[in-house]
């Protein structure tokens, strides 16, 4: 029997290596086959001539009707001629390729018919998910320069009637639901689109920055698009490639599914999983993740001082806070960043070294791409600022003050390695390990005009027009980050929506080159209308976007019902504004309570790493109940989840948890460690427990915990 056991072992263990070791892709002269077990898909390849086509795209268990037996896989145009995978292309060459995230896959390279394209898809497939993941390099063999646009990186052709008229398209963070015909925007990072009746759907997820990224749901035809912005939209995509030069695409992930009745599923796995774990996001290569923030920003705004700022800094440290972030109003100009010194007449690194004495890490708000019109680098070097249609010196954050104009600068100049040595000297000689880089540099998310853009200069090196400057500022703050990044490692950099171009904008480009996103300015209010808008917020975005990259304004300190602020913020970046120094002995002593229980369910559970739908609770809204859960997924280990009563007219409601272990038995403890049932993974998913909320407005964070 022993040893009739041993050989199953031996057999499975060897299968198991085997499969490990077999290539995702592998190809004929006529056919290119992706298949990592959970999704195939396969491409005819021209041979030697033809066209290129994705001839099947599914999942590899069951049936899969979404698309057509022929689709285009991709489009784009150069000087107004239409490339696609329907063109006459000739084969030059397919090979292996990987990446450093466990990406396996191949790169097909084709000529065009006319000789003047050469074009390269990448396609990578990951362990154990249904994701393809596709990029184009397109190279320019003519003898001039060509204006690459309207690109499409991932193109199929869905089956007629019933995909167009079933389909639920699920936009904006693939939160909302609508059907079709739609064109998707700046929000649209990812989009589901889901049949019912097949239980079946895609997932695209869109890499490209901000304002430049395009997917498309049957808008101009019965087809999926995905890629850059297109020549008729607001902010078009437009590259320009030298002779013998070429230029990468942003990539495009997909992911096809069946047997699923609720695509919220894939969204609360599969999604997140591949970015954490494949993507190379920031926030998983950083070792130690924030837990708790303060940011001084709010009620005082630029009116700081060094005596403030230690006053302000004692009282955090005493509520536990670990992050103490110094906003607007510490230097001497937007532009030259010289520290004010009426205000900080010792400089700022005592300053950082104070707050770090206090066990706290010190953080600081600078302007990525900004200059005051009375700032020295402006008058010194105005060929560095972007003009405007009219040729003018540009504002994409024209709310400012008439009597400090801002300049926008244009990172296509010597305006990022200017703004990147001052980075560096605040990173590394001071001691600074939190920056909040803000201020719009390619779109204003204030001024509605899409005109209002970019750069219009015409003797900049960096781009040669308008449309190619929105596509290069955003790939040249990028490569600012990674600079700073690989001078200081686990520096934090929190990118806001101002950078990013639009209101509480967030994608997966920034996510790859920066931890965090300043998404919200919630002024004005306090109670239970601020907590509904910051956990609003937080399932808006996630979980198609890490919950700790969600850095969720302006909760304060010292608002009436201020545990609650915090309780909503757990299913976030916990980061809170205010003046501190208002609450009492007691108050702050309750803050530190929940300062070290955030810090040690990180600790036992890597909390920041995870956060999921909480079953049978949908989006935050007045009248109902809400609820997160940020459960540890790979070790099945426990985490925490929230509660809340949004004055709901019920006071009991039955919560259950998903994504544990089955065959586990759990414990749900209070905050203060009280058990208040135990249950197997098993029983937390299909009966779950009663929480009872007797305030119409209030809500209960709880560990679950492994025995």
């Excluded at 029997?1 to 077999?22: G, R, S, Y």
């Excluded at 909040?436 to 015409?458: H, M």
């Excluded at 990044?485 to 171009?501: Q, R």
Aim: glycine share 8%.
């Amino acid at each position: 029997m022993k040893k009739a056991v041993i050989a199953f072992i031996l057999v499975f263990l060897t299968a198991a290596f085997t499969i490990a070791q077999t290539p995702f892709a592998q190809w004929t002269k006529n056919e290119l086959t992706l298949n990592n077990g959970v999704v195939q898909r396969i491409i005819k390849l021209p041979n030697p001539q033809g066209d290129f086509l994705t001839t099947s795209y599914k999942p590899v268990a069951g049936d899969f009707q979404y698309f057509k037996p022929s689709n285009t896989d991709f489009q784009f145009e150069i000087n107004n001629i239409v490339y696609s995978g329907k063109s006459d292309w000739s084969m030059v060459d397919v090979k292996s390729i990987n990446d450093s995230r466990q990406g396996d896959g191949a790169a097909v390279t084709l000529l065009s018919g006319d000789k003047r394209i050469e074009v390269t898809l990448k396609y990578l497939l990951y362990p154990n998910l249904p994701v393809v993941r596709k990029s184009l390099i397109v190279k320019n063999l003519s003898s001039s320069e060509v204006p690459l646009e309207s690109v499409d990186v991932e193109k199929f052709e869905v089956s007629r009637y019933s995909a167009t008229t079933f389909s639920w398209i699920y936009s904006d963070y693939g939160r909302r639901k609508s059907i079709g015909p739609y064109e998707g925007n700046m929000q649209d990072a990812l989009m589901i689109v889901h049949n019912m009746d097949w239980e079946s759907g895609i997932v695209i997820g869109n890499e490209a920055s901000g304002v430049m990224k395009r997917t498309s749901v049957f808008w101009q035809g019965q087809d999926i698009c995905s890629g850059l912005t297109h020549k008729n939209n607001l902010f078009p995509f437009r590259k320009w490639i030298k002779p013998n030069e070429s230029f990468e695409t942003p990539q495009v992930f997909t992911m096809v599914y069946n047997h699923q009745r609720d695509p919220e599923e894939i969204l609360n796995t599969a999604v997140p999983d591949f970015i954490r774990k494949h993507m190379g996001i920031r926030l998983s290569e950083l070792k130690e993740k924030p837990t708790f923030v303060y940011n001084n920003w709010w009620p005082f705004e630029k009116n700081i001082n060094e005596k403030l700022i230690r006053e302000l800094a004692k009282v955090a440290a005493d509520a536990g806070m670990k992050e103490f972030v110094i906003d607007d109003g510490w230097q001497d100009s937007y532009g030259d960043w010289g520290i004010d010194k009426t205000k900080f007449p010792n400089g700022l690194k005592p300053v950082f070294d104070y707050i770090k004495s206090l066990g706290m890490k010190p953080g600081l708000w600078v302007s990525v791409g900004s200059a005051s019109s009375k700032s020295r680098v402006f008058k010194e070097h105005p060929e560095w600022f972007g003009r405007d249609i009219n040729g003018n010196f540009e504002n994409l954050l024209s709310e400012l003050p008439n009597e400090d104009y801002v300049r926008t600068a244009c990172f296509s100049t010597g305006w990022k390695d200017y703004i990147k040595e001052i980075l560096l000297k605040l990173s590394l000689d001071y001691g600074l390990e939190y920056m909040k880089l803000d201020f719009g540099i390619v779109t204003s998310p204030y001024a509605f005009n899409n005109e209002n853009s970019g750069c219009y200069a015409t003797n900049h090196t960096g781009h040669k027009d308008h449309h190619e400057s929105l596509f290069v500022n955003y790939e040249r703050m990028w490569k600012l980050f990674d600079e700073l990044h690989a001078a200081k490692p686990n520096l934090f950099i929190d990118c806001t929506f101002e950078a990013m171009g639009g209101l509480q904008l967030i994608d997966y480009a920034m996510l790859k080159h920066a931890e965090g996103n300043w998404l919200s300015n919630f002024d004005g209010l306090s109670g239970e209308k601020t907590d509904l808008r910051v956990r609003n917020m937080a399932w808006w975005r996630s979980p198609a976007i890490p919950a700790t990259a969600l850095v969720i304004g302006n909760p304060q300190m010292d608002d009436k019902g201020w545990e609650m602020h915090i309780k909503s913020l757990a299913g976030a970046l916990p980061i809170m504004l205010g003046d501190p120094r208002r609450l009492s002995a007691v108050d702050l002593k309750i803050y530190h309570g929940y300062a070290n229980w955030l810090q040690n369910m990180n600790s036992k559970y890597d909390i920041m790493s995870y956060r999921q739908d909480l079953p049978g609770f949908g989006e935050p809204q007045e009248g109902r109940w809400d609820g997160f859960q940020r459960i540890n997924t790979d070790t099945k280990t426990g985490g925490i989840i929230g509660v809340f009563r949004q004055g709901a007219a019920e006071s009991e409601r039955i919560v259950t948890v998903k994504y544990l272990d089955l065959v586990k038995n759990y414990e749900v403890k209070l905050m203060n460690g009280e058990v208040i049932t135990s249950l197997t993974g098993h029983d937390l998913q299909s009966k779950g427990f009663a929480v009872k909320l007797d305030k119409l407005y209030s809500g209960e964070l709880f560990e679950i915990s492994a025995k």
